[in-house]
């Protein structure tokens, strides 16, 4: 079985049924279970079972968009090398790739079904108390491991090319830094803010910054990132979480990953019309940096090399990754309202006054957070985000 084909249920089972050795006698039932916006994830499980196995796919195009929009599949080779080599650094928060084929772009993945997708936690008004934290260690271990402060030179520059995704963060580099600061034709503008899209397109001295951004995000190869950490890419239960979903990843700058995942947790505020649920995403923002910033320090002062563990120098480093978050997350914000893929928590909003108002909180924020980037430290950023917030 390793000629491609667009797998259905009876392909997914039969190719869980030989990557994970389970015997002819089983009976196995698989149902094609992927929100995802790009590739086909199934669920098999034996006849009476409600967990079991994942099988994901990749489709040689984009799948929401369709054959017009044509994609590598090897995307799912290096989805499954990251999620693996993510897996050795942080096992704990790592979903664990089980086999992987290239020649069919599937892979076998742990199942995950009692866990649910952060982002609909977050919709339906679910608080995961300890998930901030725990990701800010996934992303201190997994940064860590894939940096100059663990590798040695030639090491960490073999891996900036075996991890090499041209292709994949080609179409970041668009739909991050490029369409959503000009009129594009793949940008999503709802005709309520079109006038402030059209301030924003106007935005000098705000292009310079995204510009400076998008440069870092090539240039800056500081560790393996995951490359797509929104809330949708994480999975919670109860003391638990699981990421998911690297297609996205390569090397480039730590402050992107922690940028996206804050812009995300930043969105959810803006959709919230209550200033209590407003109030504790900023906490979990706190959370989420302060346990990754603990963690980071940690790790980088027992490195070998006395220069980079040099307490002193790690708290400077710390601190361009901050700024350099800040500006992702503001890159992040404003993408998710103007580019081609929006998130739940606003586009959901039913009242349409109120989803202006959480549109345009976005905008504004976004802009604050990629201008200020070199003034804000976290202990301000209630203040702000709560000011950008415009009048009905
Ligand atoms: P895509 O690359 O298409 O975005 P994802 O990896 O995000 O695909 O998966 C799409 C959805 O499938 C997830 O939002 C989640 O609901 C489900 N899913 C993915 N992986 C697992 C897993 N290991 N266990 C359970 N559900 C999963
Ligand atoms: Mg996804």
Known sequence: MS????????DAIAYAREA??????????????????????????????ATGWIVKQALPYIRCIGES?????DRARIEAEILLQHGQSCPEFTVAVLHQDASLSAMLLEDLSELQVWRQALLNGQHFADAPVQLGKYLAQVHFHSSDFCLDYQAQRAAQTQFAN??????????????????????NVAPGIRNDAERLWADQPLKIRVAKLKHDFRC?????????????????AAGKLKVIDAEFGGYGPMGFDVGVLIANLLLNLCSQPSSSAQRQRI???????????????????QTADPALAEPSYIAAFLRQVWQDALGYAGCEMIRRTLGVAHVADIDNIADADQKIVSQRHALALGRTLIMHADQLNDAQLEKIALACRPQC
């Open 3 to 10: 000629q491609y084909r667009i797998f259905n249920s009876e």
């Open 20 to 49: 994970a050795q389970l015997g002819p006698d089983m009976i196995l039932q698989g149902a094609e279970i992927g929100d995802g916006n790009l590739n086909q994830v199934f669920r098999v499980c034996q006849l009476g079972e």
């Open 283 to 301: 906490k979990d923002v706190q959370a989420f940096w302060q346990s990754f910033n603990r963690q980071f320090l940690l790790l980088a002062s």
């Open 69 to 73: 929009w044509p994609l590598t599949r």
């Open 220 to 236: 800056k190869g500081q560790a393996l990132l995951h490359g797509d950490l929104h809330t949708g890419s994480v999975m919670v």
């Open 166 to 187: 041209p292709k994949l963060m080609s179409i970041s580099e668009a739909v991050y830094f490029v369409d959503p600061f000009c009129d594009h034709e793949r940008n």
